[in-house]
C-alpha cells in the first residue's frame, strides 16, 4: 500500500505543480479539509475550498512554481 500511497502523491503533487486543477482536485476527497498556516489564510473546505485555497496562496505570486524534492514513506501519511 505505501508504493500505493506514493504514487498518488506524486499524481496530485504533479497537477498543483502544472496548475491542473481538474486533475488536482480528482485526487482530493470531496470532504477535503486543507489547513493553511500562511498569513490571512487558515482552514479551507471541499473542493471549491481547495481551489480558493490555491489562489489565494498564489494571487500575488507573478511566477508561481513548486518543486519536490522527496517523497518520503511513513506507512499510512506521505
Do not use: C
Not at 485526487?27 to 485555497?53: F, M, N, T
Amino acid at each position: 500500500m505505501s508504493e500505493e500511497n506514493l504514487e498518488i502523491a506524486r499524481r496530485l503533487f504533479t497537477a498543483f505543480a502544472d496548475g491542473d486543477a481538474a486533475a488536482w482536485l480528482q485526487g482530493l476527497d470531496p470532504d477535503v479539509v486543507l489547513h493553511v498556516d500562511q498569513a490571512g489564510q487558515g482552514v479551507y473546505r471541499g473542493h471549491e475550498g481547495a481551489i480558493k485555497s490555491f489562489v489565494d496562496w498564489t494571487e500575488d505570486i507573478d511566477d508561481f512554481k513548486v518543486v519536490a524534492e522527496e517523497f518520503l514513506d511513513n506507512d499510512d501519511y506521505v
